[in-house]
């Protein structure tokens, strides 16, 4: 970031904890489409997106005078975005999370296949975001937290109050589904 761009953030942040709303305003319109974009990966449609967003962007008001300017500003407001959306899933835990339970009770290792993610090379990553949205709410969490934003499985099973078995299970579970739905566009490339 330039250093004029990095000083028009430091004002709008200033702007924002003495409660300027034109600031508020900037800001909101400055992350809106990034931000709107890492909410849309958890939601099970726009409007939804939208929620998390107005919510998360409350949040980031509320909490921005504890931004200690020692990291990236669209990184804070990015983890508290993130954090937004999975409390939202925690809220509705109980509807989201329907596992096999001889699945989780046996406890499986997810395997990763070193060469899996060239089967999806030539894929456009609207297609990949189209099928992660059309995945079961807890697959699609589970599935974000852990590929998307680098959460291992035992924070994922603390954040979301599950057990680890259930985080791998339902990642596992997720794979195999967006594989399933994106086997059609795998063929083509294979071919």
């Excluded at 702007?15 to 300027?20: E, L, T, V």
């Excluded at 800001?27 to 931000?35: F, I, Q």
């Excluded at 849309?40 to 931004?67: C, P, T, W």
């Excluded at 835990?93 to 060469?115: G, H, L, P, R, W």
Aim: aromatic fraction near 10%.
């Amino acid at each position: 970031m330039t250093e004029t761009g990095k000083e028009k953030i430091e004002a709008l942040i200033e702007g924002c904890i003495k409660g300027d709303r034109n600031s508020q305003h900037v800001l909101y319109k400055l992350y809106y489409g990034k931000m709107l974009g890492v909410c849309m990966r958890y939601a099970k449609d726009h409007e939804e997106a939208r929620d998390i967003l107005q919510e998360g962007f409350i949040k980031v008001y509320s909490n921005i005078s504890d931004f200690g300017k020692s990291g990236s500003f669209e990184g804070w407001v990015r983890k508290i975005m993130v954090n937004t959306a999975i409390d939202t899933y925690r809220k509705n835990k109980q509807s989201i999370f329907q596992v096999d339970s001889d699945y989780v009770d046996a406890n499986a290792e997810v395997i990763e296949d070193e060469n899996e993610s060239e089967e999806y090379n030539g894929i456009n990553p609207a297609q990949i975001m189209e099928a992660v949205q059309k995945l079961s709410p807890a697959y699609r969490a589970i599935f974000n937290m852990y590929v998307v934003d680098e959460f291992t499985h035992k924070e994922i099973a603390a954040q979301l109050g599950i057990s680890e078995g259930t985080s791998k299970s339902n990642y596992s579970k997720a794979k195999a589904n967006l594989k399933r739905m994106l086997e059609d566009k795998i063929k083509k490339f294979q071919h």
